[in-house]
């Protein structure tokens, strides 16, 4: 593991000792699955002693595995909170049967997606059609500049946080073509807002089509997206319409139970 990871992401600049020690789960990913004191020297700085107590601390919680070819693997703990949140998740827990009931009836292919930092991830699917395949799977982290599911999130954050986006991922949002600047990037996120439902055609996936729309956990806080994917001869003219008016159904009524949720307690 050679490349060093983005100063933020990693918690480098002044972050405490338990932000910089959670830092060094952002290590893994599909190309590196084990994590060595040395790697943790190299990404944050530190010293030998220091990466040291940080992976015997993670190990100690169980997110890190102790004993893995010399280093540190992904600990049992993210299995067991991993089922804790496919099983008891209030927004999974909310959107299960309204998936379930739309894709039964219309035999749309859906997912229900999360975010985090800059970051989109699939939660649950409801699929009918396994002829069609998308790249989002359960727990990988997808783009957040690209793709109806990411920006039926992004533009629902608060100015805040589209402007730190902004401040550290210009280069991601003009390459995905969301403007070179604030003022720009700004403008298509209004643009996204006042579609409600977003249409985007092979961003991430050639030859699929994106339909999605927010869902919110309260009235001014967005909690994720409800997307469907289909083919692209599959979402033409009023047959897309159709499926907009679907998409836009059902992620209000997961919304509303997700309000209603909130103030029954």
């Not at 991922?169 to 003009?174: L, Q, T, Y």
């Not at 985007?200 to 996936?205: A, L, N, S, V, Y």
């Not at 907009?244 to 309000?259: H, K, P």
Request: hydrophobic share 40%; proline share 3%; aromatic share 6%.
């Amino acid at each position: 593991m050679t490349e060093r990871k983005d100063k933020t992401e990693a918690g480098e600049g002044g972050g405490s000792s338990l932000e910089r020690m959670l830092a060094i789960l952002d290590l893994f990913d599909d190309g590196s699955m084990v994590v060595t004191a040395d790697d943790v020297v190299r990404a944050f700085d530190c010293s030998r002693a220091t990466a040291y107590r940080y992976l015997k601390c993670l190990a100690g919680s169980g997110l890190l595995s102790a004993s893995y070819q010399e280093g540190y693997g992904v600990g049992p703990r993210v299995a067991e909170l991993d089922r804790l949140l496919r099983l008891h998740d209030p927004l999974v827990g909310v959107a299960r049967a309204i998936m379930r009931e739309t894709t039964e009836a219309t035999g749309l292919n859906l997912m229900l997606c999360g975010f985090y930092r800059d970051k989109v991830m699939c939660l649950h699917t409801e699929w009918s059609n396994p002829d069609v395949h998308s790249s989002y799977e359960r727990g990988r982290p997808m783009p957040m500049f690209l793709g109806a599911t990411a920006k039926a999130i992004l533009a629902h954050l608060t100015p805040y946080q589209q402007r730190n986006l902004m401040l550290r991922k210009r280069d991601e949002i003009a390459a995905a073509g969301l403007g070179d600047d604030w003022d720009a990037f700004r403008a298509n996120l209004l643009r996204f807002r006042r579609e409600e439902v977003i249409v985007t055609h092979g961003e991430i996936d050639p030859g699929l089509v994106g339909v999605g729309a927010p869902v919110f956990a309260s009235e001014r806080r967005v909690a994720g997206s409800l997307v469907a994917i289909v083919a692209d001869d599959a979402a033409k003219g009023a047959a897309l319409q159709t499926i907009r008016e679907t998409v836009g159904t059902a992620s209000r009524r997961i919304s509303d139970l997700l309000s209603a949720e909130r103030s029954a307690k």
